[in-house]
């Protein structure tokens, strides 16, 4: 049995990486959060406002991040049927979610002392919405069928439509945004940035990336012992 | 070499093994038939047949060569009879009949529902016919198909015992032509020296390994 | 079966059922004219208003009409056998969006000047408007048809749609939108029109080998 025996591999893997994963996470999120709050210099024009970004831009990484790596696992699921393909995409849906939510969040916290108001119909903005409802639909249609490996298989096809036409979605935000150019737009994150602020904000996009390796593993975990239950259940209803 | 064949085949259906180990094989000119209690997978193994569900274990071959590595080939041999009529009630007998029929062959479908007794409800809206009815018109797409295996899963639900032997009638001449037959049913089909294939002979016992 | 016999068959369906095709428009042209009660008649608003409220109505008509493409001929088993047949599975998908975009889309075209009348828009910005949204709405029923086989027989099928769909459906309308108020304003046209086209051939290629691999999982 194949399909069975793979996981218990995997979670012989998960089990002596997790520990390693939690400690990276914690080290680098503290790390991070010390250096993004406190050791970094406030910005010349924005202030201690600025301080927002180290959440908000490695949030949106991540949401974008994972929505390609949902997307790759939705390919591997296809194609070769690989059942930890499905899992691993399942499980990353609502954290992919979770980030865009952040992104968005973090952007209205940050565009209120900016641009005076919590929502812009801004490009970066406007498409981080548009992601945000993509990961939405794939939550809902994962989660629509009585059998779940078919809500696997519809929510891989609907996941590499979405990833196929995240880029167009993109350009055609960009070309509405400036069609329609809003009274004043602040580059979110310019260029040309000081070291002593890209440091924390790589130590964070690091820190958020293991964030999302730990917490992918443990809603893999949860996953397929959800799927020895429905097993195990399956069987003593044979067995009765 | 065997036609139609059948090797070491599983299949999994929501999580739970089917059937497993189980094996067939069929001449020109032969039928089986499937026996088995409820969920003992006869569907599953005709819609399996038919190419619609792959198995985890085995292969299917006709003629020697596999069906799933060019199924639009293989799926033209055949003609499967599910649970479904596949009957539009707007479009009449004559024309829900004749959209499955092969092109260049307009005598073909007159001849299907003569034989099944529906020539004077050729014109009739498919939404009035009764069960036994749309049950004909389902059947009579067997002749229409030109198909060398019929896959039939319960064909005889709904029909009367005219109709019954008026479909052993039809099979009989299709298995004289060369062609072959897979049915699954509770009832007797009146199908001549069938193979017979019991279900239950290929079950899962018991699934330590799914549950590891 | 041939492409053309599953083309005639739908149409065929669509002749026999005149009143589901007619539903479409009759829900396009109703909620078109529910705006200038929500706004107010002032015709300078209106005009304002008027391509977003005809993209936006055509977009949600379509989507609507979409939602059983796949679902009448999955459910009385049509569609387990057009997959058995010499015909293969995405250019089932092909005829069947064709054929209603025929009987659905096609009919909210022909509909616009209408609704372009109560909204006091100027004939000439029709002459851009309807190509736009032939382009379009054709774009949209090759998006949606993704959807409608994706929800085959899910829980609430009928609101998930929607779901799926809308964001894909973002890049139609605004580029859509650009070239018909390109067209009031004399604007560049010739842009929008282009990537409208683009989108659409996009489509052409992907709508139809994802909605077949989404039905084959649902008849597996």
Redesign the interface.
Known sequence: ?H???N??RFLRIANALLPWLTVGTVACLGIGLYMALFASPPDYQQGETVRIMYVHVPSAWMALFIYVFIAIASACSLIWRHPLADVAAKAASPIGAGFAFLTLVTGSLWGEPMWGTWWVWDARLTSMLVLFFLYLGHMALMGAFE???RGYRAAAVLALVGVINIPIIKFSVDWWSTLHQPASVIRLDGPTIDPSMLWPLLIMGLGFKLFFATLLIVRMKSELMA??V???S??QL??A | MTQFCGQGLAC?R???QVFCDLDFALEPGQAILLTGPNGSGKSTLLRLM????RP?AGQVTWAGEPVFEDL?EY??K???I???????G??TVA?NLG??AQ?GAPGVTDGALEELGLTALARVPGRLLSSGQRRRLALA?LLVSKADLWLMDEPTVGLDAASVRRLAGIVRRHREKGGSIVAASHTDLLIEDAIALKMEDFAVD??P???? | ??LK?VIA?DL??AL??KTDAATVVLFFALTAALFPFAIGPEAAILLRIAPGVIWVTALLSVLLSLERLFLADF????L??M????L?LELVVFGKVLAHWLVSGLPLIVATPLIAILYGLPFAALTVMLPALLLGTAALSLIGAIGAALTIGARRGGILVPLLVLPLYIPVLIFGIAATDAGISDGAIKAPLMILSALLLGMLFVAPLASGVALRQA??
Request: hydrophobic share 40%; proline share 3%; aromatic share 10%.
């Open positions: 049995m399909r069975f025996a996981p218990a059998e779940q490996s799927a020895r429905r097993a195990l399956l069987a044979r067995n | 999994i929501g999580g739970r038919a190419g619609y569900l985890s639009g799926q033209r055949i003609c499967y599910g649970h479904l009529d596949a009957i539009k707007v479009l024309e959209f499955w092109k797409r018991s699934l390994e799914m549950v590891w | 079966m041939t016999k068959r065929r369906l026999r059922q459910e009385d088993g049509t387990e056998l997959f058995l047949s010499s293969p008849l597996e």
